[in-house]
């Protein structure tokens, strides 16, 4: 599951990870991403914090009150480089931190690729 408002990176990390063979659903808001993730019931979570509707805080906060969604891990991929932010994501259960800025393409998908193998 991948929730990402800038379609350009949805599509990007998206084609990479279809080519490895992994199925991958994508949403552009938090709204979104929580509906498609309740009833999809994803392996993995990649969440932008910056969202229309809903932001990734909320999002995780809503993701670990779930019974059945708790356990699936949350890679966050943000803008957002302060410190307070990535101990607040941490605090409310993403598995990692990353900042879209520090990161290349294949750092991401190869993060992805650790957690779903």
Do not use: C, R, W
């Amino acid at each position: 599951m991948f929730v990402e408002d800038e379609p350009n990176l949805q599509k990007a990390i998206s084609e990479v990870l279809v080519q490895e063979g992994h199925k991958v659903f994508g949403a552009a808001d938090g709204e979104e991403g929580l509906v498609m993730t309740k009833k999809e019931e994803p392996n993995l979570i990649l969440l932008d914090l910056i969202l229309p509707k809903k932001d990734g805080f909320e999002v995780l906060k809503e993701l670990k009150a779930d019974e059945k969604l708790k356990n699936i891990p949350v890679i966050v991929l943000t803008n957002l480089e302060g410190i307070g932010d990535a101990e607040k994501a941490l605090t409310l259960g993403a598995t990692t931190y990353l900042v879209k800025a520090n990161y290349k393409l294949e750092d991401v998908v190869n993060e992805v690729k650790e957690f779903l193998n």
